[in-house]
């Protein structure tokens, strides 16, 4: 069995089927809830119970798919703002390890898997086994995301 690009590729790639596109700017989303509104970046805990910390730092100026595509200023912009968000979480959830994943193979829109990584993970040393979310994952308790987020947003303020 060969494996193909989705059929849909070239209206993913142009925002027309944009799910980052359609569903940023809310203070809670399909996907988890805001902890960062920057000028460059949406980002957003994620509320499936992958892995404590899990955020999504989400180019919101525009629909683009490749970084290569940001000015000089905007690039600058984006990584600055994302490296904030990943401070926080460091200093919030005290991982060993942060991971940077911006692949955007699944979702084609500028975006960064911030993954802290723990003594006890799924592959220590090793790239987290991360899969495109259906929706029916497990989530994390609503109190103690709730917690979180709050947490979250009160260092990034």
């Known amino acids: 069995m060969t494996l193909r690009w989705p059929e849909n590729w070239d209206r993913l790639t142009s925002g027309e089927d944009c799910d980052f596109c359609k569903n940023m700017g809310h203070d809670r989303n399909r996907w988890g809830a805001r902890i960062f509104l920057g000028k460059y970046v949406d980002a957003y805990l994620q509320s499936a119970d992958v892995q404590p910390g899990y955020t999504l ?29 990943a401070r926080a979480l460091m200093a919030y959830y005290q991982p060993l390890k942060m ?59």
Request: glycine share 6%.
């Open 99 to 157: 991971n940077y994943e911006t692949l955007g193979n699944t979702s084609p829109h500028l975006h960064t898997h911030l993954l802290p990584r723990y003594m006890e993970d799924p592959r220590p040393g090793q790239p987290f086994p991360l899969l495109a979310q259906k929706g029916r994952e497990p989530q994390i308790p609503e109190e103690r995301f709730l917690i979180e987020v709050n947490g979250l947003q009160a260092m990034l303020l």
């Open 57 to 85: 730092a989400i180019w919101k100026q525009r629909h683009i798919v490749e970084p290569i595509e940001l000015a000089d200023e905007e690039s600058a912009g984006y990584w600055l703002e994302t490296m904030t968000v």
